[in-house]
């Protein structure tokens, strides 16, 4: 009998070509997790015949099945160790995963002058476009009773939602949440992962210096840019980040979810602050719309930024940071809201 131990599991991820097509995983799709919640999701109904007081025969019927995974993965940053290629897969590992929770992607690297040997390379994620993307995720189990096999469960026709969450003083990290179509568990060959930088590529604890951009500024105002901080945070929060839900559909040819847009909250905790001309007073600013861009990272190196473009300030609550009376300051994203990630790639200076 082969036993599991809880931390021997693995997730891989791949984009699928269309939906009802499951992608063929490999070594390089593996996902370097923190941790990975994988249940079955099954919905029954009761038929109760009529009897006696006492009859209890009944028939439970299994009327769908289905597969949840969640899992979380540190903030990444671009992969500067390999050629520019054409999908934002070959940069960002976890493309195919932020795809599917509806985040249109695109790259591109920009060259410099030859005498300086540099490019600069952007990969971003916007929900600003109509996209129809699926993954097909694995979540492989290994045991060292059978040390060339694993346990596979896999997940087909995935969307999900990812939760962003950047604290001061902590590591940023990317949440994910997936639901996907049940397919029966089965023994594989084992294979090794390849998590190529996704270990070493990573954002650096999130501290004041890597704070180089936070501008608040109402609808209608142009943000100034890298090195701008027109306020001061502790916290962001922005749970489904993209704004889709998604709703189960059962069809004679297909099964899977159906997606919508739908309004999410965007939480700022700052310290409570003197009411004086030109500070940002929540009580002030009901209802106000805003547009948000916070950029971490390193100036002209390495950078990820989240900006959202219409959001309309409803609520704020006492809190506290150490000892400090603080605001969670809520906002509804009531528009469009872009993740981008930047790098700049050295290249050898050849005369």
């Not at 795809?99 to 040997?117: I, M, Q, R």
């Not at 996209?131 to 979540?139: K, Q, R």
């Not at 965007?266 to 948000?292: A, C, I, Q, S, Y």
Request: include cysteine; charge should be negative.
């Amino acid at each position: 009998m082969a036993k599991f131990h809880e931390r021997a599991i693995l997730i891989y991820g791949k984009s699928q070509s269309a939906e009802g097509s499951p992608a063929t995983v490999s070594a390089t799709d593996a996902v370097a997790a923190l941790e990975v919640n994988y249940t079955d999701e099954i919905s029954s109904e009761d038929h109760v015949y009529v009897g006696d007081e006492l009859d209890r025969d009944t028939l439970t019927s299994i009327t769908d099945r289905s597969a949840k995974v969640d899992f979380s993965t540190l903030l990444p940053l671009v992969d500067v160790t390999e050629p520019f290629g054409t999908t934002p897969e070959t940069l960002l590992a976890v493309a195919p995963l932020l795809k599917a929770c509806g985040g249109y992607a695109t790259d591109s690297e920009t060259a410099d002058s030859p005498e300086v040997g540099k490019t600069a390379i952007n990969v971003t994620f916007t929900n600003n476009t109509v996209l129809n993307s699926f993954a097909t995720l694995e979540v492989r189990r290994s045991s060292a009773d059978e040390p060339t096999y694993e346990r596979k469960h896999q997940i087909t026709d995935c969307r999900g939602m990812v939760n962003l969450e950047w604290e001061l003083g902590k590591r940023s990290m990317l949440g994910f949440n997936f639901m996907g179509n049940f397919v029966d568990p089965a023994r594989v060959a084992q294979i090794t992962p390849n998590f190529g930088v996704q270990k070493t590529r990573i954002a650096p604890v999130l501290r004041a210096v890597n704070v180089i951009q936070a501008e608040l500024v109402a609808v209608g105002t142009a943000f100034t840019g890298i090195g701008t901080k027109t306020f001061c945070f502790s916290k962001l929060s922005a749970p489904n980040l993209f704004g889709f839900d998604y709703s189960r559909f059962i069809l004679s040819c297909l099964e899977g979810f159906s997606k919508g847009a739908v309004t999410t909250d965007v939480v700022l905790t700052r310290l409570m602050d003197t009411p004086d001309t030109g500070v940002f007073m929540p009580e002030n600013n009901l209802e106000g719309l805003f547009k948000l861009r916070v950029t971490i990272g390193t100036e002209d190196v390495d950078t990820v930024a989240v900006e959202f473009d219409k959001l309309e300030l409803v609520n704020y609550a006492n809190t506290a940071v150490g000892t400090y009376a603080a605001q969670d300051i809520t906002f509804k994203n009531r528009g469009f809201t872009t993740l981008s990630f930047d790098a700049v790639r050295n290249i050898p200076y050849v005369i």
